[in-house]
């Protein structure tokens, strides 16, 4: 009996027991806790339509220049503008407005292709409309005709002692003009009762002198005629 008692003992002890594995906690798979990452493609934005990039349009860059070949002026003289705009940028203008604001004292103003706005003496406009191609001249011309000044036995109203003429170019129906230029010339500062006041002043003159000679001279005859007598 104790022999079958040993046996027994020693033949568990031999047997292979159940591997560790099988008495320690599974772990969980990793990726049962692992939040997966959308694609990334999902997190890209849309991109917008290439048109709303498109890069602006160049500056607009003109110059423009008047004259009428002379430095001088006076009442009923025809003065002949003569205007150059010229479109420095690569790329058409288009609609461009070119006024003239004409002399203070014109009294008629002519412009081929142009519309004229004012009338009688006072601030006449010349107006045009054109295109402006790229890198290209364009060439107007206008008259003035000038009257007298409206005050010429004082000090003059502003821009009445010469005759002055501006040109401005707007570009897009702008009330800020892209590109100005002026012509200035100088009337004669002449007064119109120059002659009127001198002679008053001469017969002021004249009496002022008889008013203190005269009782001397009075005084002299009366002498002379008193000598004859004796």
Not at 35 to 63: D, E, F, I, K, N
Request: aromatic share 6%; proline share 8%; hydrophobic share 45%.
């Amino acid at each position: 009996m104790r022999t079958a008692v040993v046996c027994a003992l020693l033949c568990a002890a031999t047997l292979p027991g159940p591997p560790a594995a099988a008495y320690a906690p599974q772990a969980l798979s990793v990726t049962g806790y692992t939040r997966q990452a959308p694609p990334a493609a999902g997190y890209v934005p849309h991109a917008l339509p290439a048109a709303r990039y498109a890069p602006a349009p160049p500056a607009v860059s003109v110059t423009v220049a008047v004259t009428d070949g002379r430095d001088d002026a006076e009442a009923g003289k025809r003065l002949d503008y003569r205007i150059t705009v010229h479109n420095l940028g690569p790329t058409a203008v288009h609609r461009a407005r070119i006024e003239q604001e004409m002399p203070a004292t014109t009294t008629s103003a002519t412009a081929p292709g142009a519309t004229v706005e004012g009338r009688g003496v006072g601030r006449q406009k010349v107006i045009w409309r054109s295109d402006l191609p790229a890198h290209d001249i364009q060439v107007f011309t206008a008259t003035a005709v000038l009257g007298d000044r409206a005050d010429r036995t004082g000090s003059a109203a502003p821009g009445t002692l010469r005759a002055a003429a501006t040109v401005c170019v707007y570009v897009d129906e702008s009330f800020a003009p892209t590109a100005c230029s002026g012509d200035l010339d100088d009337l004669p500062e002449t007064h119109a009762d120059a002659g009127a006041g001198g002679g008053w002043g001469w017969w002021a003159a004249t009496a002022a002198a008889a008013a203190l000679l005269g009782p001397g001279v009075v005084r002299a005859v009366r002498r002379r005629r008193g000598a004859a007598a004796r």
